[in-house]
């Protein structure tokens, strides 16, 4: 029976699930697992997730005490919950499960290591090794630096939100273990700005992560890509071979129930033999490039405005759970 191209691409490539969801982790075993503010919303929505989300609001009220705002105690919550979660996923994944920092401290060097602290406490504290665990950190300038200050303390880190060379070039320099290039949403701004389709390797998402693979091979980068953001399983089959990949339940279902070859198309053999020139990145450089790149600079601005928003929906979310909490067991919270 011929195999699925699911079963070929982790031949290749290792596969991540993008998702808050366990049951879609426990039905196609990804390597690893990675969510965002926007998939932890949704999954604390779920009823089969209700109980870890009571549990994690309860524990925030007791840490804060009656005075507490429902405001207040939600935000604590909200930090903790996707802790909760990753621990959760790390009881069905064997490698790593990536939490994000909160988004709105994206321009803020000192606060997103400190909240970095206060994730790797809590999986510290429930005795998850630190080779599990990414911290998820914008690719803006200032969370580049605070991803080099963390990687220095053996705190692994995935750059996300990346769109352009020029942030792809500053997380490896910085010693990122991992980036996310977002294939999909690069593609999405192309479309809306040419009023063009694009299929297979005309991608410019596929086009982008190639490059960005192809550079961190030929230069010895320690740095590993993982694809990220895919609208199609075209994408995906454009970037068999990159180091990870990360790809929702919905298309890992597609590709699991597609048969049909699925070549290599990305290697670091053949990457050491492309002729590039090396670009070094330095604050202002990265500025001039971000700044002549339109559309990273409209995806990244768009990207933590998106996940900033995902965490106030969750926030109000979790204090108008917290009221229906103590409302109906005030003794109880």
Same mark, same amino acid.
């Given at each position: *029976?011929?195999?699925?191209?699911?079963? &070929?691409?982790?031949?290749?490539?290792?596969?991540?699930?993008?998702?808050?969801? *366990?049951?879609? *982790?426990? /039905?196609?075993?990804?390597?690893?697992?990675?969510?965002?503010?926007?998939?932890?919303?949704?999954?604390?929505?779920?009823?089969?997730?209700?109980?870890?989300?009571?549990?994690?609001?309860?524990?925030? =009220?007791?840490?804060?005490?009656?005075?507490?705002?429902? /405001?207040?105690?939600?935000?604590?919550?909200? &930090?903790?919950?996707?802790?909760?979660?990753?621990?959760?996923?790390?009881?069905?994944?064997?490698? =790593?499960?990536?939490?994000?920092?909160?988004? =709105?401290?994206?321009?803020?060097?000192?606060?997103?290591?400190?909240?970095?602290?206060?994730?790797?406490? %809590?999986?510290?504290?429930?005795?998850?090794?630190?080779?599990?665990?990414?911290?998820?950190?914008?690719?803006?300038?200032?969370?580049?630096?605070?991803?080099?200050?963390?990687?220095?303390?053996?705190?692994?880190?995935?750059?996300?939100?990346?769109?352009? *060379?020029? %942030?792809?070039?500053?997380?490896?320099?910085?010693?990122?273990?991992?980036?996310?290039?977002?294939?999909?949403?690069?593609?999405?701004?192309?479309?809306?700005?040419?009023?063009?389709?694009? /299929?297979?390797?005309?991608?410019?998402?596929? /086009?982008?992560?190639?490059?960005?693979?192809?550079?961190?091979?030929?230069?010895?980068?320690?740095?590993?890509?993982?694809?990220?953001?895919?609208?199609?399983?075209?994408?995906?089959?454009?970037?068999?071979?990159?180091?990870?990949?990360?790809?929702?339940?919905?298309?890992?279902?597609?590709?699991?129930?597609?048969?049909? &070859?699925?070549?290599?198309?990305?290697?670091?053999?053949?990457?050491?033999?492309?002729?590039?020139?090396?670009?070094?990145?330095?604050?202002?450089?990265?500025?001039?490039?971000?700044?002549?790149?339109?559309?990273?600079?409209?995806?990244?601005?768009?990207?933590?405005?998106?996940?900033?928003?995902?965490?106030?929906?969750?926030?109000?979310?979790?204090?108008?759970?917290?009221?229906?909490?103590?409302?109906?067991?005030?003794?109880?919270?």
């Amino acid at each position: *029976m011929p195999q699925s191209l699911l079963e &070929q691409l982790r031949q290749y490539t290792v596969v991540v699930a993008d998702t808050g969801d *366990m049951e879609a *982790m426990e /039905q196609f075993h990804p390597q690893d697992a990675t969510t965002n503010p926007s998939l932890i919303t949704a999954a604390a929505q779920m009823p089969q997730y209700q109980p870890i989300v009571d549990g994690v609001l309860k524990d925030a =009220r007791n840490e804060l005490g009656e005075g507490a705002t429902d /405001q207040a105690v939600a935000n604590l919550a909200f &930090q903790r919950l996707a802790v909760a979660f990753g621990k959760k996923i790390l009881a069905i994944v064997p490698g =790593r499960v990536s939490t994000e920092v909160d988004a =709105r401290l994206s321009y803020d060097t000192e606060a997103t290591i400190a909240q970095a602290h206060s994730i790797i406490k %809590q999986y510290d504290a429930a005795g998850i090794g630190r080779n599990h665990v990414l911290i998820k950190i914008a690719s803006t300038w200032e969370g580049i630096r605070a991803a080099e200050v963390l990687e220095k303390e053996g705190i692994h880190c995935n750059l996300t939100l990346l769109f352009g *060379m020029h %942030q792809a070039i500053a997380a490896a320099e910085a010693g990122a273990t991992l980036i996310s290039p977002f294939v999909g949403r690069i593609l999405d701004w192309y479309k809306k700005d040419t009023g063009k389709e694009y /299929q297979g390797a005309e991608d410019p998402g596929v /086009q982008s992560v190639t490059r960005i693979f192809n550079y961190f091979k030929k230069f010895g980068y320690k740095t590993v890509v993982m694809g990220a953001s895919f609208r199609n399983i075209s994408e995906i089959c454009e970037l068999a071979g990159c180091d990870l990949l990360t790809i929702s339940p919905q298309l890992l279902a597609e590709l699991e129930a597609t048969q049909a &070859q699925l070549p290599r198309k990305l290697s670091a053999d053949a990457a050491k033999a492309i002729e590039m020139e090396k670009i070094a990145v330095d604050k202002a450089t990265f500025e001039r490039m971000h700044a002549a790149d339109r559309m990273a600079s409209d995806k990244l601005k768009e990207g933590i405005e998106g996940f900033s928003s995902a965490l106030v929906k969750l926030e109000t979310l979790l204090a108008k759970r917290l009221a229906e909490l103590e409302s109906r067991t005030p003794a109880a919270v």
